[in-house]
Every structure is written in C-alpha cells, then in structure tokens.
C-alpha cells in the first residue's frame, strides 16, 4: 500500500466486531482493521496515538510471538500496524457509517490515531485466480471443546452440559437471538466424522455469529444478530450447487438440497481433519470419555457406527483444542489466583511491568505460561502463570477458523503451483486445494476476569432455572427439497 496515495473509494466496509470496524480494499486481498470506542467519547478520545498504537502492536505481538507458537505458524495471520493519513481516515469513517449495522453504532471508529492493523483478506485467498470459479470461504466460531474437571466447579451441571450449549437458553432468555442453536462444540472437536457432520448442519441451520460463508469475497450467508428471520439456506445451496454439480457423477440438473448440503459438510469435515502434512497421527481423545460427551447434544450416541478417534495431531481443531486446556482450573478455580495477583500488585504496583500483566507479549511472557509449575507452590509467579495460561485459553476458546476451499479442475490438479496445496480426495465430491487460518487472536485483558466469573454464574443460574429444556431425541430431519435448473 502507498500510504500517501490512500483513497477512501479503494475500501469498502467489511464486518466489525465488539473493538474493531474492518474495511476491505476493492481488488487487491487487504483489510484494515481500525479501533472503535464509545460513541460519547467520538470528541475526546479515550487513547493517545501513542497508546493506540501500543494497542495494536499488542495484538501483533500476541499473535505472531504467543498464539503463533501454540497453534502453530502456518494457521497465523499476525498482520502488520501501519499510520495511516488522517484525513483518508475521517472520510473512510464517512463512508462507511451508512453500511454499519445499527446495534453496532453506538461505537464509532477511531479518527484521531491514524493506527491500523492491515492483514490478508482471508475471504479472497491469493491461490485465486481471476478467471477460475470463485473460492469459497467458511468462517466458524467454534467455541470452547471440552467440558471443566469436577475438581474446580462448584455446580455438578458444568461437567455434564458444555458451555456453548447453556450459554443458548441465556442468549435466548436475554433477546440476543430469537431462537437456540443446536450446535454442539464437543461434537465438532470430537474427531468422529458423524459428530463433526451433525455439529456443521447444525451450525449451517443456526448460524448465529459462528457460521459465515463467503463466495469470492463476499458474504453469501449469515445471521443477523437479534433478527426473527433465519438465514435463507436456499438461497445457500443455489450459490453451492455448480461447486457440487459433478459430485458422485451426477451430472443431471436434479440434485437435491440434502445431496449438496451432505457434499459440502464432508468438505468441511475432511478440510478440518486434515493434518496439513504432518505425520497425521492420531491422538486419544479428551483426557477421559466423559469429558468429550455433553448431555446437551440432541446427537444420538446409539448413533455412532465407529468409535471416535480422536483428533489428528496437526489438524487445526487439535491445536486450538489444546491450547484452549491451558485452562485447567475453570474460571472458578483461576478467581481466587487472579485476586491473589490483584492484591499483590495493588502492594507493589511497579510489579505490573516484571510479571508482564500487560505485555510486552514475547518469548518471556509465552516462557512463563509454558513453564507454570504443576502445583500451587504460593508464589504469585505461579499465580501470574495461572491467570496468564488462562488469557491465552480464552482467546483460543474466542478465535475463528477460516476455510478457504477452491475447486481443482482436472488442468488444475496438474499444476505444479498447487502442488503444495492440500487435496481433498477422500470421497466422491470434487476436489479442493483449501488452506485453514486462525483468525481473532486478541489478548485478553487481566481485569475481564471479574466479568468472567459473573458471566459465568449468569449463565449456570440461568441454564438451572430453565431446567435446561432442550429435545431429548433426536430433531426430525427437514422435509428434502429437490432444486430444478435448466440448461442456459
């Protein structure tokens, strides 16, 4: 990019989030990601330059010197901070607030700092080429994978039922979505293809903000946060059909929605299984049966015809699963630690720079998750290592995995340039090169733990009133549809 050459019209709005607003440029694969604050503070920022830009470098720090380590590089994205002009930043803001949704407005972007955080634009892969079908993009938030040890909770109903899943009925309860999702992450994460296949249609029925599909950059399927309506699965499965038309040779123009909704989910699932060309060991799953189970799931065990087992070493889910079992000790367990750390630093406050509570997040901080002592020996080393362990856990819990899958023709399969993409082959539908990134590695901050453990008792509370109402069998397969094209 040549930042004196920057050109409001060259960037269209993207998406946002809690903290940031994202644009895309026009044609080439780039995003910038700008901070947001409180709208009453849109005269008086809250944060210097300065400050903003530390904030930044912190994200890239995390990313590349923490996240990068545990998950893995070829999954990261740690982009770069750049100063942008200000003048360029004010109209993009302009241009841009018409195209935000509404609930999100009571933030607005940040004008003053000139700081951004550019990136690769993961729903355009740079393996695309203009003249080829476009690629498609799948974006899953998938959640926390495995239920906490009994050891450190204190309601019995946290080691049976997974969080995400009571996490639905407090959403609900609060009018945040209008209905429950049936996607379970202990299923996703389980490693056994029908668990996998069920948690994804699922996910693909109730998206909510865990499911986005883009096609050639653009987002073809989505919810809206808060919205009656559910997402047009229709209108899905005509932009899928031609990436499926050849599947199993069915080369007739009756092809149901089931037959292309079956090929895309095994896509996925094969796409998300694979080791990305490791040794592609497998590994045991969860650390005992019970804990990769929850009660929650409308998925029939009786169902399962093989045994799960378990994740591939060096497939993505295995690393965010891992990471995210930093957390050993349950918010509840990590509260009395985190006001440990709390009081000490309130008695010595010059001890916040030493033990890294802010960052600067690099080979030491990651030394000192890493090599946090098996038992409580009292020190606040211990408990700094605990609560850092912790951040790092709740990020991997909070991150997003983009899949991108390009169709290979059979010229295609032949070019050497792909070569060193990965082939989906297993079964009938076509080929994919693909690649798999992990998206939104933000630190986060030490004081949000209090908030955690409020949350958490919320939404326990919440799921205990409500006597936890979900189906006990299994929901009745959607009636099939048959999608008739003709020939242009």
């Not at 909770?153 to 080691?159: H, Q």
């Not at 009395?336 to 997040?361: A, C, M, N, S």
């Not at 901080?365 to 951040?391: I, M």
Request: proline share 7%; net charge neutral; hydrophobic share 35%.
């Amino acid at each position: 990019m040549e930042l004196d050459k920057m050109d409001e019209n060259d960037w269209k709005y993207h998406g946002e989030g809690n903290k940031s607003l994202v644009v895309s440029h026009v044609q080439h694969p780039r995003v910038l990601r700008l901070l947001k604050y409180p709208a009453e503070d849109s005269e008086n920022p809250p944060q210097t330059a300065e400050q903003a830009y530390r904030q930044i470098q912190n994200i890239v720090d995390f990313s590349s010197n923490v996240m990068s380590s545990l998950l893995g590089e070829k999954f990261i994205h740690s982009g770069e901070v750049v100063k942008l002009p200000l003048e360029f930043v004010r109209q993009l803001s302009i241009k841009v607030q018409h195209q935000r949704p509404a609930w999100r407005c009571d933030k607005v972007m940040d004008i003053y700092s000139g700081c951004a955080l550019c990136l690769p634009n993961l729903t355009s892969p740079a393996l695309h080429q203009p003249t080829h079908t476009p690629p498609l993009c799948i974006e899953i938030k998938p959640k926390c994978g495995f239920l906490p040890s009994p050891k450190h909770v204190s309601k019995d109903i946290k080691t049976k039922v997974c969080r995400y899943c009571m996490h639905q009925h407090y959403k609900v309860a609060n009018g945040k979505w209008k209905r429950r999702s049936f996607y379970c992450p202990l299923d996703l994460f389980s490693g056994n293809r029908q668990r996998m296949h069920f948690a994804i249609k699922h996910l693909i029925e109730e998206p909510q903000n865990n499911f986005k599909v883009f096609k050639g950059g653009q987002c073809i399927y989505s919810s809206k946060e808060g919205s009656d309506e559910s997402p047009d699965m229709n209108s899905l499965l005509h932009h899928l059909r031609p990436y499926f038309l050849h599947a199993n040779n069915r080369m007739n123009s009756h092809v149901t929605c089931k037959a292309v909704l079956n090929d895309f989910i095994q896509v996925l699932v094969n796409a998300l299984l694979s080791s990305g060309g490791g040794d592609g060991g497998v590994v045991a799953d969860r650390q005992a049966e019970g804990r990769s189970f929850c009660e929650a799931s409308i998925f029939n065990k009786e169902r399962i015809r093989h045994g799960s087992r378990g994740l591939p070493n060096d497939s993505v889910l295995f690393r965010i699963l891992q990471t995210q079992m930093l957390d050993t000790l349950d918010i509840e367990g990590l509260y009395p630690l985190y006001r440990q750390v709390e009081q000490h630093l309130q008695d010595f406050p010059k001890e916040r720079t030493r033990l890294q509570i802010e960052g600067p997040y690099n080979e030491a901080f990651l030394e000192k998750l890493q090599k946090c002592p098996a038992e409580d020996d009292g020190s606040v080393e211990y408990a700094v290592a605990k609560v850092h362990q912790y951040r790092v856990a709740m990020t991997a819990k909070d991150c997003s995995i983009m899949v991108a899958l390009v169709p290979s023709s059979e010229e295609e399969e032949d070019n050497e340039s792909l070569s060193s993409q990965r082939q989906l082959r297993d079964f009938r539908p076509p080929a994919f090169s693909y690649s798999a990134s992990i998206l939104d590695l933000d630190p986060k901050p030490f004081d949000s733990i209090p908030r955690q453990l409020r949350l958490d008792q919320k939404i326990v509370t919440c799921y205990l009133r409500t006597g936890g109402a979900l189906p006990k069998g299994p929901l009745r397969e959607k009636e099939d549809c048959t999608l008739l094209f003709h020939p242009m």
